[in-house]
């Protein structure tokens, strides 16, 4: 049988977006929608692409030299001469700055359940925590309030003989 090797754009554990609760997210390349908001377009193209980061970039100008399809350029923002480019991370091997990368990576699935299993000790001490803090401590803070609110300052109210 053939085996999955799935393309992601990432892995990210301990995630706090993208849904409720800490968790590891995959994020998977090839997403067919196209929303406005989209956070990740880099997850739509279903192929590994080649992305330019100008901050990272120092100028050394690596890239142009491996480059079979004399693709790389040097225009501001543009790097890559996308009509020319086989996309085949040549120059993001080279890269030293980081400046170009290759977005998108084939895992198996065996290394991708290894790596959503890795935390799984945390999340579910999480759980855990969260249900002795609901059963032990949510009950005593709630009987604590009753009193605080049906407490007045009548308490106070003594005659004068009092002191
Ligand atoms: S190899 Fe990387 S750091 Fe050097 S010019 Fe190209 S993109 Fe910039
Ligand atoms: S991915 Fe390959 S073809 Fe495209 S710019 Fe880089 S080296 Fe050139």
Redo the contacts with the bound molecule.
């Keep these: 049988m053939k085996k999955l090797s799935p393309l992601l754009v990432d892995i990210k554990r301990g995630s706090l977006e993208d849904g409720p609760g800490t968790r590891t997210t995959v994020f998977f390349k090839g997403c067919p929608l196209s929303c406005p908001w989209c956070q990740n377009p880099e997850a739509m193209d279903p192929q590994v692409e080649?992305g330019f980061y100008p901050r990272c970039c120092i100028g050394c100008f690596d890239?142009e030299k491996?480059?079979?399809?004399e693709?790389?350029l040097n225009r501001g923002d543009v790097r890559?001469d996308r009509s020319?480019?086989?996309?085949?991370?040549?120059?993001?091997d080279v890269c030293p700055g980081k400046g170009?990368r290759r977005v998108g990576r084939y895992y198996e699935v065996d290394q991708i359940l290894e790596i959503l299993l890795r935390d799984r000790v945390f999340y579910e001490g999480k759980i855990e925590t969260a249900r002795w803090f609901a059963r032990n401590r949510l009950p005593l803070l709630a009987a604590e309030r009753v009193i605080a609110e049906s407490t007045t300052l009548d308490l106070m109210d003594l005659p004068e003989e009092a002191f």
């Design positions: 080649i890239c491996v480059c079979p399809e693709a790389v890559i020319r480019c086989t996309r085949c991370g040549k120059c993001a170009l």
